[in-house]
């Protein structure tokens, strides 16, 4: 009785330490779904990329623009998310704020991805929703103290 007693014990702090390191923070493994090369077109005819590319177990790098007429850059931005203390970050910066802006992962499931960062006024939300080969991203925030929202879509590209 005392070996089978000695064995359940075993087998029970294996599986609690399992458990444990299984919930005990944020992966890049659940934003594996949005590596590669992503492309959209506006109605204006403005092509936009994102490309993400996983740099380390903590980080994932993207690069993002806009380009009209293949030739002119209307914008770009080095977006990341990165795993720090345990929690992930959708980190960016823009044009107009010096430094980096942190949005903060409230969720994350296959295909889908939000950010928030409630002390910025727009973007104050980041969605990232995989639907098939097609990507949606929606912005989400307040602009001249309204409700407004941006959403880009893009295909996976080969």
């Known amino acids: 009785m005392m070996r089978i007693v000695t064995r359940f014990s075993v087998f029970a702090s294996g599986l609690a330490l399992l458990l444990l390191a299984s919930c005990s923070g944020a992966s890049l493994s659940n934003y594996s779904w949005m590596e590669g090369t992503w492309k959209g077109e506006a109605p204006d005819g403005t092509s936009y990329y994102e490309i993400w590319k996983k740099q380390s177990g903590q980080l994932l790098q993207g690069f993002s623009c806009g380009v009209i007429g293949g030739v002119d850059t209307v914008f770009k931005e080095n977006p990341k ?39 910025h006024p727009f973007p104050k939300k980041i969605v990232y929703r995989l ?21 880009l879509y893009f295909r996976r590209q080969k």
């Open 131 to 151: 639907n098939g080969d097609s990507l949606l991203v929606r912005y989400e925030g307040l602009r001249q103290g309204k409700p407004s929202f941006e959403e």
């Open 81 to 119: 998310i990165e795993i720090i203390e345990n929690s992930a970050f959708y980190i960016t910066s823009f044009p107009d704020i010096k430094g980096s802006v942190l949005y903060k992962a409230s969720s994350s499931v296959t295909g889908q991805a939000v950010f928030i960062n409630d002390e």
